[in-house]
């Protein structure tokens, strides 16, 4: 079966701009969570969501926003850019704790 | 606060070798733990989930242990390939979320 399916891939924004990212996770899974990866960070956990509601939140601001649709699918918009935004955001999907898959991620760059 | 630690954060090894990679967590009160293998500028890749009922599992070359009251986990490599040249990460799940708290990950590198 396809795996997850996050798009766009690759975006270049400008700082004060705003970007939404997409992420369709595998069929049947319900639960979608978000983490960005940067070099010194490493991978942080964003946000999860389960059947549209919101379950956790990372210590990010609220720039970073997400949503969940009836159909599981994911997007995460980010306000305001700033140049510390650049990294790779992944999104993961799973059955319900348990294994999580994750996409191939969008690699942000904000100039 | 969960922390997770990776090290070495790099290891350079021959072909063939068997080989160890630990991974040491600060709350032994998860729900499991997972393994996972990123190539340059991808996605992560599953390599195995153990539950936190569970000792090891395994899939082919690979088996991973988990020690929950010491708060390790090792994933074992048995003959390594070039092709197992990756970073290698393991994160823990705890109870009542599914957010995963990762190590920095080991960038191995397997020379032919």
């Known amino acids: 079966k396809a795996g997850v399916t996050q798009t766009p891939r690759y975006l270049i924004k400008t700082r004060g701009q705003q970007v939404t990212l997409s992420c369709s996770p595998i069929s049947g899974h319900r639960s979608v969570s978000w983490y960005q990866q940067t070099p010194g960070q490493g991978l942080q956990f964003l946000f999860e969501y389960f059947s549209e509601t919101q379950r956790n939140k990372g210590n990010f601001p609220g720039r970073f926003s997400g949503r969940q649709f009836s159909n599981s699918r994911s997007e995460m918009n980010v306000s305001t850019l700033e140049l510390g935004d650049s990294a790779l955001y992944l999104c993961?999907?799973?059955?319900?704790?348990?294994?999580?898959?994750f996409g191939p991620g969008t690699r942000l760059t904000v100039t | 606060k969960q922390e997770v630690t990776q090290i070495p954060a790099a290891l350079s090894v021959p072909e063939g070798e068997n080989l160890v990679l630990n991974c040491s967590f600060t709350d032994s009160a998860i729900y499991n733990l997972q393994w996972f293998r990123q190539d340059p500028g991808k996605g992560l890749t599953s390599l195995l989930l153990?539950?936190?009922?569970?000792r090891e599992q395994t899939s082919g070359r690979l088996n991973a242990s988990l020690d929950k009251s010491s708060g390790r986990s090792t994933l074992y490599i048995a003959a390594s390939q070039p092709g197992d040249s990756a970073t290698y990460l393991c994160a823990v799940m705890q109870g009542g979320s599914e957010k995963l708290v990762f190590g920095k990950g080991m960038k191995l590198t397997v020379n032919p």
């Open positions: 993961a999907s799973s059955l319900n704790y348990y294994e999580q898959y």
């Open positions: 153990i539950q936190s009922s569970q």
